[in-house]
């Protein structure tokens, strides 16, 4: 990985002041309450197999319509990360001893009876445990492929900081069909966002996924309205395609409660637009960005164009 220069980024409550109000919500970033038949019967099934989603635990704008149309997103290992990113609004602390070994067969039974086409399994970050979690992501891959043969499965995993470089391979090896893990901002301010992860390790991360496995679908996203500039933007974009990431997915941050980070600005939709543009001239299979955009956003109908778009480059070549 070539060594970049970071830019420094203005700090949101210095450039908004500390007494300014934080800018008011626009019209595109409003969504409807969740609610509705398939939205209880998702939310149920969760209940039934004592399964926590990120969907519920980081306030997800969009679990309405996800949920509605049977969509949810697993968080195992878990509701309490050993980190305190400044964004994020899920549980820290210190969690409970060891995994549920359970779990990987909870996650299973609960694909199945959702009748799930794509899945995306994600988790807290597991500072505590040897191998950060790898062999429990690994378990619940080859659960769900037991029970559910036809399922595409896409894992978005924390970055394995601590932990030996070999917990990777465990991961790869139980062959998830897209490797999601997400770089959150720009590298001038983790310190402030990410404080206990580094950017070029996930840059690493994903890097290393591909050189394991060339086939398998990486990708990646951020936010964006947390100070981020411009040009900081694009060099992400850069490091991502030099990486090999396939798919990124550019979304508006949204600050959880007034204990999180400020929201700097609301980027508009066409701010977005033109993110999503220079995404596809440097050479990404699939970019997502929109205001609403999450990782897991209309994961399985993303999955699909990803395979399209795979085979039109082939072809093309």
Same mark, same amino acid.
């Given at each position: 990985?070539?060594?970049?220069?970071?830019?420094?980024?203005?700090?949101?409550?210095?450039?908004?002041?500390?007494?300014?109000?934080?800018?008011?919500?626009?019209?595109?970033?409003?969504?409807?309450?969740?609610?509705?038949?398939?939205?209880?019967?998702?939310?149920?099934?969760?209940?039934?197999?004592?399964?926590?989603?990120?969907?519920?635990?980081?306030?997800?704008?969009?679990?309405?319509?996800?949920?509605?149309?049977?969509?949810?997103?697993?968080?195992?290992?878990?509701?309490?990360?050993?980190?305190?990113?400044?964004?994020?609004?899920?549980?820290?602390?210190?969690?409970?001893?060891?995994?549920?070994?359970?779990?990987?067969?909870?996650?299973?039974?609960?694909?199945?009876?959702?009748?799930?086409?794509?899945?995306?399994?994600?988790?807290?970050?597991?500072?505590?445990?040897?191998?950060?979690?790898?062999?429990?992501?690994?378990?619940?891959?080859?659960?769900?492929?037991?029970?559910?043969?036809?399922?595409?499965?896409?894992?978005?995993?924390?970055?394995?900081?601590?932990?030996?470089?070999? +917990?990777?391979?465990?991961?790869? $090896? #139980?062959?998830? /069909?897209?490797?999601?893990?997400?770089?959150?901002?720009? !590298?001038? =301010?983790?310190?402030?966002?990410?404080?206990?992860?580094?950017?070029?390790?996930?840059?690493?991360?994903?890097?290393?996924?591909?050189?394991?496995?060339?086939?398998?679908?990486?990708?990646?996203?951020?936010?964006?309205?947390?100070?981020?500039?411009?040009?900081?933007?694009?060099? +992400?974009?850069?490091?991502?395609? $030099? #990486?090999?990431? /396939?798919?990124?997915?550019?979304?508006?941050?949204?600050? !959880?409660? =007034?204990?999180?980070?400020?929201?700097?600005?609301?980027?508009?939709?066409?701010?977005?637009?033109?993110?999503?543009?220079?995404?596809?001239?440097?050479?990404?299979?699939?970019?997502?960005?929109?205001?609403?955009?999450?990782?897991?956003?209309?994961?399985?109908?993303?999955?699909?164009?990803?395979?399209?778009?795979?085979?039109?480059?082939?072809?093309?070549?």
């Amino acid at each position: 990985m070539r060594d970049l220069k970071i830019p420094k980024q203005r700090h949101p409550e210095k450039a908004n002041g500390q007494d300014n109000p934080q800018p008011k919500k626009p019209a595109w970033i409003r969504v409807k309450a969740p609610v509705g038949k398939g939205y209880q019967t998702t939310r149920d099934i969760m209940r039934e197999h004592k399964l926590v989603t990120v969907c519920e635990e980081a306030g997800c704008p969009n679990v309405g319509e996800c949920w509605n149309q049977g969509h949810a997103t697993m968080m195992i290992m878990g509701d309490t990360c050993t980190r305190a990113c400044t964004f994020c609004n899920i549980a820290t602390g210190k969690p409970p001893e060891g995994l549920d070994a359970f779990e990987p067969g909870r996650v299973a039974d609960a694909v199945k009876k959702l009748s799930l086409k794509h899945v995306v399994i994600t988790s807290v970050d597991r500072d505590d445990i040897k191998d950060g979690g790898a062999a429990h992501f690994a378990q619940t891959i080859r659960a769900i492929r037991k029970r559910s043969p036809d399922t595409t499965i896409e894992i978005l995993t924390p970055d394995f900081l601590r932990c030996d470089n070999s +917990v990777l391979e465990q991961i790869v $090896a #139980a062959k998830p /069909d897209v490797f999601n893990h997400n770089l959150e901002t720009v !590298p001038g =301010l983790y310190k402030e966002v990410r404080p206990g992860a580094r950017y070029f390790h996930s840059l690493r991360l994903l890097q290393r996924v591909k050189e394991l496995d060339p086939t398998m679908f990486t990708k990646s996203g951020i936010m964006v309205g947390l100070g981020e500039d411009r040009q900081s933007v694009h060099q +992400v974009m850069d490091d991502m395609r $030099a #990486a090999d990431v /396939d798919f990124i997915t550019i979304g508006q941050y949204l600050q !959880p409660t =007034l204990k999180h980070h400020r929201v700097d600005r609301f980027i508009t939709p066409d701010e977005f637009l033109s993110y999503e543009k220079v995404a596809k001239g440097k050479g990404f299979l699939m970019v997502s960005a929109t205001p609403l955009t999450r990782s897991s956003y209309h994961a399985g109908d993303h999955f699909e164009k990803l395979q399209k778009a795979r085979l039109s480059s082939r072809e093309l070549a």
